[in-house]
């Protein structure tokens, strides 16, 4: 089967850098996604790799390594606004269709 | 607003109840996933469809159903709801396979 794992809890204060580490299991891979949800609210894209690499887009980045089949967020310049929760998807192989499985999600917590 | 319009935003209602959830697509985007995201979990994938045929089935109940109409909207059905069917109900579209919108969800609680 398919599966992602990433930790449940980071916590950093404004103005840090921080990373959320993804590793994944796949029987194929068609590229990492990232997404950002504040509490209730709804999952937003962030960003994506389908290649191995960094991509940038403002404050965040986002790595791929297949053969290490890990990825990660990297999160500069914390703000308060920036607390939420993060979470890391695959395509589901194992579906005819384009559906993304998420990982459990990281919640980050960012205080002054 | 990201262009997807799911309603109603908040539901309540009763075990053995059912509901009807809907939600229109962004302009342009034919395929339309709708995802439960139960207390302190992820999001798990229930059904996709594509320009109106089911594409894809993940977790989904036998009580749940879905479908998609000719002008794109989808609705989600839920019936026989037990206390355990309690959670938000997202609906996302996308034209490309990893860059998703969603929609605001409806949050259903079932007493």
């Known amino acids: 089967g398919q599966s992602l794992e990433q930790p449940s809890e980071v916590t950093a204060v404004e103005g840090a850098i921080v990373q959320i580490n993804c590793t994944y299991q796949t029987s194929g891979f068609y590229g990492l996604s990232w997404y950002q949800q504040h509490d209730g609210g709804a999952p937003t894209f962030l960003s994506y790799?389908?290649?191995?690499g960094l991509e940038e887009t403002g404050r965040f980045s986002s790595f791929l390594s297949r053969s290490d089949s890990y990825g990660y967020l990297l999160l500069q310049e914390l703000q308060m606004k920036d607390s939420a929760s993060y979470f890391c998807?695959?395509?589901?192989?194992?579906?005819?269709?384009?559906?993304?499985?998420f990982g459990k999600g990281t919640t980050l917590s960012v205080s002054s | 607003d990201s262009g997807v319009t799911q309603t109603p935003k908040h539901l309540i209602t009763a075990t053995g109840q059912r509901v009807t959830l809907r939600c229109s697509p962004r302009s342009g985007d034919l395929s339309v996933y709708w995802y439960q995201q139960s207390l302190d979990q992820g999001l798990q994938f229930l059904i996709q469809?594509?320009?109106?045929?089911?594409?894809a089935k993940g977790n989904i109940l036998e009580r749940f159903s879905a479908q998609q109409f000719p002008d794109l909207h989808s609705e989600l059905n839920l019936s026989s709801l037990e206390l355990g069917d309690s959670a938000l109900y997202f609906c996302a579209s996308s034209a490309t396979d990893y860059g998703y919108t969603f929609g605001s969800g409806t949050r259903l609680t079932v007493v």
């Open positions: 790799n389908g290649l191995d």
């Open positions: 998807a695959v395509r589901d192989l194992n579906q005819a269709g384009t559906a993304l499985i």
């Open positions: 469809y594509y320009n109106g045929e089911e594409r």
